[in-house]
């Protein structure tokens, strides 16, 4: 039953007696009620009794609930920018959607539900997935096995915060603070981490396939067993090193690690899926049925390299070379090889532009499928049924380029070659 906006407002005023230790005064009690809605910006709620009450989409912002008793609250798509949960107890509550844009997290409680409630089985996580906590505190907080997927924490301060086994996939926490805290088995697949503090942050055994970590402070963080690629149990040990030292390489902007240099190995049937390779030296290397889905080459070398049966699935291979390389039945489905920007180091601004390079490149029976080559070189290329349905060739450099028996349904080629 709907909890209309007058009863709350009673019980608030009691409350507030309550909290001044007045005559009449009674703690808010609203366990299992239903809030949906509710108008509550700055009203003071502390040590409120919410459990598994329902204040979905509820106008909360700058609202005081320290110390509440919130465990198995409902409050996906409220308002809570600003407001105050500092030792809230938010066990298996679901924030869903939620704003939370400079809250005050601090010591809250967001740990699996303990019991079972209306809205959570006993042993559920919390989940604060697509919630908006840009510049929220999050100091020493709870947020073991909580969800976050594509959660979004831009400049929050998470520091010394326990993400224990916390998903956050797909979230973007750029220039948040997570030092001395812990991520350890934490999935941070495609999270967005760049510029991110990690000062003795606790990653041991996160999953790190595709997070975006440029510029982030990984100063004495443990990175014991952490996932950077999906076969790397499988790799040679001095493979193994070597994508290891170059992922601290590209996370640290060159200033930690080492630039993987691949050229000439016997790489083929390897799986390399999700890495940041970006700059990486491959050329002359064998490649033939690795598994490259997925990974970053941006500025990477792949000149004469072997990558028949290749799968670079939804690759990101902008400014990429593949001069002469040999691509035959190798999938590129999604891949991206358009130009990258290449800026000024004094000034930072765009001095030029740096497409990929395919130019002689053997291309027999490769799919490039829904990829975007825009502006790629693909001087004397020669296509031989190959798949570029709904490819983009617009601005490609096609001096000498052939199509023989491609498919070619919804490519966007530029008039002269269509």
């Not at 509440?68 to 600003?82: N, P, V």
């Not at 930690?256 to 799986?271: H, P, Q, T, V």
């Not at 040999?326 to 497409?355: E, G, I």
């Not at 490769?366 to 296509?383: E, I, M, P, V, Y």
Request: aromatic fraction near 6%; include cysteine; glycine fraction near 8%.
């Amino acid at each position: 039953m709907q909890v209309g906006q007058d009863v709350v407002m009673d019980k608030l005023r009691e409350h507030a007696r309550f909290l001044a230790e007045e005559p009449g005064g009674r703690r808010m009690d609203l366990r299992y009620a239903r809030c949906s809605g509710a108008t509550l910006s700055r009203a003071d709620m502390r040590q409120a009794i919410l459990v598994a009450s329902d204040f979905r989409q509820a106008m909360m912002e700058g609202a005081l609930l320290d110390n509440a008793e919130m465990s198995g609250i409902y409050l996906s798509k409220a308002d809570l920018r600003g407001a105050s949960l500092v030792g809230a107890d938010c066990r298996g509550a679901d924030l869903e959607e939620a704003i939370l844009s400079t809250t005050d997290l601090t010591d809250t409680d967001f740990r699996p539900a303990e019991a079972a409630t209306i809205h959570k089985n006993a042993g559920e996580s919390a989940s604060l997935a697509g919630a908006n906590l840009d510049g929220a505190k999050i100091v020493r907080t709870n947020l073991r096995n909580a969800n976050l997927v594509g959660a979004s924490g831009r400049g929050a301060h998470f520091q010394q915060a326990t993400l224990f086994k916390a998903t956050l996939r797909g979230a973007n926490f750029s220039s948040a603070r997570f030092d001395e805290g812990t991520l350890a088995k934490a999935d941070l697949r495609d999270a967005n981490l760049e510029g991110a503090v990690l000062v003795g942050t606790d990653l041991a055994g996160a999953d790190l396939r595709s997070a975006r970590l440029v510029g982030a402070d990984l100063s004495r963080a443990k990175l014991d067993g952490c996932v950077i690629v999906s076969g790397q149990e499988a790799l040679p040990d001095d493979v193994r090193e070597m994508v290891y030292q170059h992922f601290l390489w590209i996370a640290s902007v060159g200033s930690m690690g080492e630039c993987a240099n691949f050229r000439g190995k016997d790489l083929s049937g390897k799986n390399f899926s999700g890495a940041d390779l970006s700059a990486a030296d491959f050329t002359d290397a064998d490649l033939t049925g690795a598994n490259l889905s997925k990974c970053s080459f941006r500025f990477a070398r792949f000149d004469r390299a072997l990558l028949r049966g290749a799968n670079l699935t939804a690759c990101d291979a902008r400014a990429v070379s593949l001069k002469g390389a040999d691509l035959s039945k190798a999938t590129l489905r999604r891949a991206t090889m358009t130009p990258m920007p290449v800026l000024d180091p004094k000034t930072h601004k765009v001095r030029s532009s740096w497409p990929s390079d395919l130019s002689g490149a053997t291309v027999n029976g490769t799919s490039f499928a829904r990829a975007d080559l825009k502006g790629a070189r693909l001087t004397d290329t020669q296509f031989q049924k190959a798949d570029l349905s709904g490819a983009n060739l617009m601005e490609c450099k096609m001096d000498g380029v052939t199509f023989k028996n491609c498919k070619m349904t919804g490519a966007f080629v530029p008039p002269s070659n269509s």
